[in-house]
């Protein structure tokens, strides 16, 4: 079993902490191991409702929904570990071993789509977690939210690393035809071998290329994110990933420099020092160089670019890159084709 975090950080909201002894395990070598090396496993999610908004100036969308909370693709560097810290949990092992599913999600996106006073606006799948992480194949959520999408001509994005979107090509080319989705696919490395160890449990960088290409070829607009840059480790590939997107089809690309808010930074740091050996004090530095001598900023306009000389030339080289390579933005989705979803009940609008 592989996981990017090998830590139980504390959860900050609980005033009790729990720490093992292993005094008595030293050279139990077995089970040892083994408390690094969980099941996953996948819990209910009762929430009652299902898409929700943000007001930030540093996130272009407004309303998202995510079918499942805590992500098994064990990314260390995920901005989102710290959510599973309002679950009571802790933002290393429980965020990729303790999944919770919403099994309620597509009865409850028919129900959102089904309001007075929703107007089609587009809507993000997801701005948390992977909607198309491991769970995806046993439970079909997404699949069957995109169902519901199409039905209602309701306008979508969805955002992934994994190469498990292309199972629902049927659905986003339906979709695509009528100008109703984009689809962000995370690209950050082409190297196999980093990117097994930066994220253990999703599509490796030629299946995530092939997805770009195949979802272009049905005329489904990609936008592929270089996210996170990671200076000193992925930041020099850069350019060839942008190469690579642009032969497979994509439109548009954009990248985020690494952020690590809160309790991410604890997990990120272990597994800096535990995988990448003489480059973690290079890596760690240009980090911080970037983050005014901090290891993150949560400062808007600044979180996901970072400060600088060595983030002002980056930004210059990306956007050099992106102008030769000729991207651009993507084609606006269209709401004004969205008719309401019919309630659950079945009870149908007098007007």
Known sequence: MRHGSRIDPPNRFVATQVVPDFDHWEWDAEHLASQA?????????????????????????????????????????????????????????????????????????????????????PIIFCGVTDCYQPAEREYRLMRQCLEVALECQQPVSLITKNALILRDLDLLTALAQQSLVHVHLSINSLDPELARVMEPRTSIPAARLRAVKMLSDTGVPVRVMVAPIIPGLNDHE??????????????????????????????????????????????????????????????????????????????????????????????????????????????????
């Open 238 to 351: 850069a350019p060839a990933v942008l190469k690579a997107v642009k032969e497979a089809g994509a439109l548009d690309a954009r990248y985020v420099m690494l952020r690590l808010p809160l309790t991410v930074e604890p997990v990120f740091r272990e597994w800096l020092t535990r995988t990448q050996g003489a480059k973690a004090e290079k890596v760690e530095g240009l980090i911080r160089h970037m983050r005014d001598g901090q290891m993150s900023s949560a400062n808007w306009g600044e979180r996901m670019r970072g400060t600088g000389p060595i983030a002002e030339q980056f930004a210059t080289m990306f956007g050099v890159f992106r102008q030769k390579l000729k991207f651009g933005d993507l084609p606006p989705l269209d709401s004004s084709q969205f008719r309401p979803a019919t309630p659950a009940n079945g009870q149908l609008r007098l007007f």
């Open 37 to 121: 090396d969980r099941k996953i496993e996948y819990l209910t999610d009762t929430s009652r409702s299902f898409v929700t908004s943000n007001d930030s100036p540093d996130i272009p969308f407004r309303y998202s929904a995510n079918p499942y909370r805590g992500c098994a693709h064990g990314c260390a560097y995920c901005y989102a570990r710290n959510s599973h810290e309002y679950l009571g949990l802790n933002a290393g092992l429980d965020f990729e071993t303790k999944i919770f599913v919403k099994h309620e999600a597509p009865r409850l996106f028919r129900e959102f789509l089904s309001q007075d006073q929703w107007h089609g606006e």
